[in-house]
Structures are given as structure tokens and as C-alpha cells.
């Protein structure tokens, strides 16, 4: 009896004790949403009496929101909220299934919203890019993506199959009767695979060396800002220099780009998502840096209202901190050309074929071929170039090939 005494009054004084470390609080993580062990250590971190550097940072984000410029008429979503609105929200969040709707879709949904949190906040981008509020919003996204390869996230790819944009004629479907064509997952239909690349994305003359092809279906602009190293960076907010050595996580590689030239290639959510070769040649090194998920502080310069993804006023030496992968491919007599996918926003996955993973030793690639896919979540491509080697900064196009599709909301 004595002993159980004991541990009563043991197990008591630690519950205090756990309790005395934190703020008084209301925990709002909702224990049956596959986000909730990120969301509650989340929680935790924010009310923790032994460590509040977490609480006044995002305190201070909050008291520091910006308005959105007049063209997002609503303004910013997070103006007047507080931290527990941050829980709300990430509860909805980490469930959300992306629609289809004629030639608009919600994919952008709540990455949108969050990107509001940080526009031009650097509190705001400090917790999301620091610890440890970076680990934590990581974790979010890993446990947001099993979600979304779960069998509980199908319930919208029909609405998408039924998109004409999906082009499903197009794609290996596991079950071509089935409504949602027998996908056991949302991420699943979303990294759909061609049926014949030769007929639905075929190369422009395979055999001219000297060609380019864009890596994949993308919204592509030419990048205006100087690929540059540390030591010749233009010191301003918004760099007017890529740091090549930084986005190639100091690649032995990296020099040769230096005063190069390089394109973006934005991929949006209702498009085929794997990534391949633009140019022929062999891959010389491959890696995937693991970086922060968040963080872009001004989304308008970069998506742009009107559609236009990545054009000029984007500031792309802020991708240099985000999870990211590279190839290096030596086209030989053309120099070589780094192709780098980027994971941004939620899930940010970045796969590489297995064919292709952590390459060290010259490997071939044709042009064309396939390096690897993203998941559901912000995805781009960009493309360094040697210098003299492509100096235009306009994209040019044959005869025949898409230069763009028409609003297709009326067809449906």
C-alpha cells in the first residue's frame, strides 16, 4: 500500500512538473488528423516555459503582418489572427484535397493562404526557416504526405480526371473503368505516368544535339539575375545574383556556371509531374540537399496574379535555402548544364530516378529522358547554362508547339 502511495504521489508531482514548464494553454491539434503529433509539438514548443524564443518570434509575426497588394482585394488572411488560428488552420490543412474546376483548381488552396504568413515578414520566414520551427513545419509536410498517399485521400481524382486539361487518354491508369481510374492514392494519380512519351511528349529532333527541350510541363521564363558565386554577390534584400555555389551545395561543379545564364520552369498542379533531361550528354553528379520547406517572403513577384509563374521581379536566390536536388549533365562540346528541381510548400518531394540517384561517375543520359517526379506540392525546374553557351533570354519555339491552352471552364 505504501509503495502505491508512493508512485501516486511520484506521478503526480512529474504531471506538475510537465505542467509547470508550459503557459497556461488549450491544445487544439485534432488527435485524429494524420498531422497531429507535428501540429501538437508544435503547440508545445509555442507554450514551453523553459524555452520561449518560439512563442515571441511568432508573437512578433503576428504583430508584423503585412497588407497584400491591391490587386488580392481580400488582404492578408493572418491581419487581427493569433497563434491558435495558426492550429486551426493547420488542422484543416493537413486533410485538404485538392478540386478541379474547368480550367482553375484549388490546388494552391492553402499553400496560398500559408505564403501570406511570411509576405514580407521576417518573423514570419525566421519560423519557418530556423529551428525549431523549420524541423517541425518539415515534419508537418512528411505527415501531410502520407496522407496524401494514403487510400482516405482519393475521394477528389475523379473531379480531376474529369478535368480535359488532365488529358487522361494520355496516362497509365491502374483501373481505366474505374471514376477515379483505380488510383489508391492522391499522390499516386498525381505522379501518373505517360503511356508513350514518344507520342504524347515527343523530343523536337531527337537527334540534333544542339537542341534544348523543356524538362517538363511548365510555365518557363528566362532568369534575369546574374549567376554569381559569395565572394561577387550584390549585397541588397533581393538579390540581384544567384549563388551558384550555395544552390549547388558547393559542387565542385559550381564555377563553371559563373556569369551563365538560366531559366525557371514552373510546374502547376494539374500537369504531368515528373522532370527529364533538356539536353543529351552525361550526368556527372546528382544529389538531393535537404533544406527548408517555406519561406519565399513575397509570392505576388513570384506567382503572379496573372498567371505568368516566375517572371521577372521574382527574387530566385531565395530558392538557394529550400529543399532541392541537382544534375550536373557535360553535353560535351556545349558545356555543362545544371538541372535543378525544387520542392516548395507542403509536401516538397523531390524524387529522382533510381538510375540517376547520387551519381559520381559519368553516367549517360539521352535528351528527354526521364530524371525524376514531385509529389503534390509547389514543384519548379531550373536551368543553369555555362556561359556564351544559350545567351537569349527569350524561349524559342518551332512550328507546331504549344505556346499555351485555352480557358477550358465552358467545356466541362
Known sequence: MKKMTRLIIVTGMMSMLMHSTLYAQTFLADPKGPC???????????????????????????????????????????????????????????????????????????????????????????????????????????????????????????????????????????????????????????VRTLKNQDKSRPQTLPELDYIISSPADAIMNSIPQKISDKNTLIPTKGRQALNIVDMLDGSKYADKFIGGTAFSCVLMPNTYHHYHAPVGGNIVESKIIQDAYYGYDDFPSWVSINGNVGYHGTDFSQFENFKRGYFIIDTGKYGHVAVIPIGLNTISSIVFNKKFENVTKPLPAKRGERLGNFAYGGSMVILIFEPNQYKSDAIRVRMGNQIGIFDTSGDN
Open 36 to 190: 497531429y503529433e507535428s501540429i501538437t509539438k508544435l503547440e508545445k514548443a509555442y507554450y514551453s516555459k523553459n524555452d520561449t524564443a518560439l512563442k515571441k518570434l511568432i508573437d512578433t509575426a503576428f504583430k508584423n503582418m503585412q497588407q497584400l497588394p491591391d490587386e488580392y482585394p481580400d488582404g492578408n488572411p493572418w491581419i487581427g489572427k493569433e497563434f491558435s488560428d495558426l492550429i486551426l488552420f493547420l488542422n484543416k490543412w493537413s486533410t485538404f484535397l485538392p478540386e478541379a474546376m474547368g480550367s482553375h483548381d484549388t490546388g494552391l488552396k492553402y499553400i496560398e493562404k500559408f505564403v501570406w504568413f511570411y509576405y514580407k515578414n521576417q518573423y514570419g520566414v525566421d519560423f519557418v526557416q530556423k529551428s525549431p520551427g523549420r524541423e517541425i513545419m518539415q515534419e508537418f509536410a512528411k505527415q501531410r504526405g502520407g496522407f496524401m498517399n494514403s487510400k482516405e485521400s482519393t475521394s477528389k481524382i475523379t473531379s480531376w480526371l474529369n478535368d480535359v486539361r488532365i488529358e487522361k487518354e494520355d496516362y497509365v491508369l491502374p483501373n481505366p473503368t474505374a471514376p477515379d481510374g483505380g488510383f489508391k492514392s492522391f499522390n499516386e494519380f498525381f
